[in-house]
């Protein structure tokens, strides 16, 4: 079974002959769920592994990091939420930009506001797990808070708990140099 399937938002695209085995995976892991269960697990793990793969580089503290979150966000066992990253990062990889808009509203239509921001923060946290959060990666989560319907101003307040990890508000070395000289 297809992610956008699974998810209830799609069937065969157009020109697409065949889902890659790393949707079929996702949908074969969440059987045991019921199907709401189910359907909102897949949309928030498929939206974490998009922020990871937005700089086209996910590295294993990023894919610990989703694992984590699928574990405490979604009450899954460790192994299968560790098989439900690896599988959603396999599909965040090979998407198209329009199943990325699908699945965002998916999860919009499903959830109300708490579980939104709740998303949020964990995307934040994805994207912080390697000490640096890409302005990629940050213009990403902005565009899956504007898709799940989050107001701009609570995105930059969310995003104020992460600005030490923030590429964009970092000093650069040679700033970083300077003001240790100015302090000493």
């Known amino acids: 079974m297809s992610l956008l399937r699974f998810l209830g938002i799609g069937g065969h695209s157009q020109g697409r002959v065949s889902e890659p085995a790393s949707l079929t995976e996702i949908g074969a892991q969440l059987d045991a769920l019921p199907a709401e269960e ?43 939420a560790e098989l439900l990253a690896d599988t959603a990062i396999q599909a965040a990889e090979t998407h198209q930009a329009s199943d990325d808009h699908l699945v965002a509203r998916a999860f919009r239509d499903m959830t109300k506001q708490p579980e939104r921001i709740r998303l949020l923060r964990c995307l934040y946290a994805v994207a912080a797990a390697d000490r640096n959060i890409s302005t990629t990666e940050d213009n990403e989560i902005f565009e899956v808070a504007t898709a799940i319907g989050v107001r701009r101003i609570d995105v930059v307040n969310l995003r104020l708990e992460f600005k030490t990890y923030l590429g964009t508000l970092k000093a650069l070395p040679s700033e970083r140099r300077s003001a240790t000289i100015s302090e000493t």
């Open 38 to 80: 189910a359907r909102f697990v897949a949309a928030f793990t498929y939206l974490l592994a998009r922020i990871a793969a937005a700089d086209m580089s996910t590295d294993d503290l990023e894919r610990n990091s989703i694992a984590e979150h699928i574990e405490s966000f979604a009450g899954i066992d460790r192994n299968r």
